[in-house]
């Protein structure tokens, strides 16, 4: 094998990284191994870059890519078989491709969930100013599109993106003009690096961030463009591509084809068959990549959905007391959804949605499912009264409450380098307090019978029961929370958001003013918000309602009070 050298630059020499290893046939393990013997750190995803050779030396740089982004299609590609497959006709070159993706980017014109996407694939350390300027510009057709070039790339390969520019393989472009199967795989390739290519404007156009997102990012927007636009079912005009083609005569002729995905072409199986996918709009699955190269699978409905309605009460709130809707109070008012093991670090951790579904000693699983779930006014377990569940919540809240005095007028330690948009420390403490004290005028957590006794004084309806949410049927609590669809309802048409509105925005009020938390804002908890039916605070809590109860044939205990 060739000698290989790991060097920073070069200006002599230059030649693309596929050619040098198709000649040299240099495997990216042996590349791998070469850079690890240095004494260098494992290989990172960055910018292919290219290789210098002399003789029988190779020299790559440090920045160049990992094999899988140049041309392994993450989402299935290699099932095209280019061996089996005749040679690129001769007669043709391609000119040019026009994509058409930005028009059905998801949720483009919903600013919240067009910015919880960006943030979950291209990670949340871009501000929330610069995804909306992102999102005005695709709108208004003034987004930085990626160029195309193309390039013979060999056997399983099939595309790649490095600053700007979308490589793509010849012979799949071409072969895609009449062939259903590789015009479905050419559509999962562009969709792939086009996401690289959001990741890489918007850290170095709209941001000077630099790097790249943690994981693949280009499979993770792929996965959630293909379910927005349910493209497994749907049709789809993706690009126009202009080719050059050589008649009998010799003589050249331009040709522009359409590259649509029909209704029945490529055929729904096929199109199964190159994807892992779930097209149930409540398991909508994509494959995350973690610090630790393990990679786990999350569901962006949930992450989009999981936050909607505290977010959107809260900056109302904060706006009817006069509080500045900043960074801090955000966070706080997702953590209890999406908790990182330090309560006091202003930030969420993404990675929560999957600890709390299988590390059980992790800060998310206690939450949903265990000791912790109380700050979701939910019950840990049938071992608790609602007495006592409510005694716990009161606890927690001096605690967030006071911590969020003492906090009050500082700046958080930034989160990112260059953070702007934390006003207020404190406010990250209120934020947990307000999220659950909201989730307790949610039917699915805290039970309140609307027919039943309203608060004397207080606000809405006195507590029956606070469930668990083991013995729930996770779609049936998640419509409970998000009032049936997070994407296009309102706050105030979700149940009991009116209430938690005006609760959220007297805590506010209190914090606003430095009232102490006792006697006033306890007493405005313990009396006005968190009341409990007395003929059923000392029974035991961590049921459900049979409205969001599992199926029949499930061991979880349901209750129906009508």
Not at 53 to 77: A, H, K, S, W
Not at 205 to 222: L, N, R, V
Not at 431 to 438: A, E, F
């Amino acid at each position: 094998m060739s000698k290989i050298h790991i060097v920073n630059t070069s200006k002599d020499g230059l030649d693309s990284f596929l050619k040098i290893a198709n000649n040299y046939e240099v495997s990216f393990p042996e590349l791998k191994n070469a850079n690890k013997d240095r004494g260098n750190p494992p290989f990172e995803k960055r910018s292919p870059g290219y290789v210098i050779y002399n003789g029988d030396e190779i020299l790559i740089p440090r920045n160049f890519m990992q094999n899988n982004q140049l041309g392994t299609c993450v989402l299935g590609c290699s099932q095209v078989d280019k061996k089996k497959e005749s040679t690129m006709p001769e007669n043709k070159d391609i000119i040019g491709i026009e994509d058409y993706f930005l028009s059905s980017i998801p949720y483009l014109q919903s600013p919240y969930f067009f910015k919880k996407g960006i943030l979950l694939i291209f990670g949340n350390e871009i501000p929330a100013n610069e995804i909306e300027k992102m999102r005005h510009d695709m709108i208004n057709g003034v987004f930085e599109k990626p160029k195309y070039e193309f390039d013979s790339l060999g056997e399983g390969k099939y595309g790649y993106y490095y600053n700007g520019i979308i490589t793509l393989d010849k012979f799949l472009v071409i072969k895609a003009q009449d062939n259903f199967k590789y015009r479905w795989a050419l559509l999962l390739v562009m969709l792939e690096e086009y996401g690289h290519h959001i990741d890489y404007i918007l850290r170095n156009k709209y941001t000077s961030i630099g790097g790249d997102a943690k994981g693949d990012e280009g499979q993770i927007f792929a996965g959630d463009y293909i379910h927005y636009n349910d493209l497994l079912e749907s049709n789809l005009h993706y690009a126009t591509v202009k080719l050059v083609k050589k008649n009998d005569a010799g003589t050249r002729q331009e040709h522009i084809i359409e590259y649509d995905i029909l209704e029945d072409n490529p055929p729904k199986s096929m199109r199964r068959e190159f994807i892992e996918y779930s097209n149930n709009r409540f398991q909508d699955k994509a494959t995350i990549r973690l610090k630790d190269g393990t990679e786990q699978e999350v569901e962006f409905f949930a992450i989009r959905g999981l936050g909607a309605m505290h977010e959107e009460i809260t900056e109302k709130a904060a706006q009817d007391s006069g509080i500045t809707y900043d960074k801090a109070l955000e966070f706080g008012c997702e953590w209890p959804d999406l908790p990182c093991e330090s309560q006091h670090t202003v930030n969420i951790c993404y990675n929560a949605l999957i600890e709390m579904k299988s590390i059980k000693h992790s800060k998310a699983y206690k939450s949903h499912y265990g000791i912790y779930s109380y700050w979701h006014a939910m019950s840990p377990g049938s071992h608790m009264t609602n007495q006592q569940v409510k005694y716990k919540m009161l606890i927690q809240a001096e605690r967030w409450y006071t911590d969020g005095l003492k906090n009050k007028g500082e700046k958080p330690v930034k989160y990112r380098d260059g953070a702007t948009d934390f006003k207020d420390r404190g406010l990250f403490f209120i934020g947990k307090l307000l999220h659950m004290i909201q989730d307790s005028y949610t039917q699915s957590h805290a039970f309140r019978d609307r027919d039943g006794e309203l608060i004397k004084n207080g606000i809405g309806f006195k507590i029956k029961l606070f469930q668990g949410y083991i013995n729930q049927d996770p779609k049936k609590h998640e419509l409970a929370d998000n009032g049936g669809d997070p994407f296009h309802c309102t706050i105030l048409s979700v149940p009991g958001a009116t209430d938690a509105l005006k609760a959220s925005t007297e805590i506010l009020k209190y914090y606003k003013s430095n009232t102490d938390f006792k006697p006033d804002v306890y007493s405005y908890l313990d009396e006005k918000i968190l009341v409990l039916d007395s003929k059923n605070a000392n029974e035991k809590s961590g049921a459900s309602h049979s409205s969001y109860a599992k199926e029949e044939g499930n061991w979880s205990i349901s209750f129906n009070f009508f």
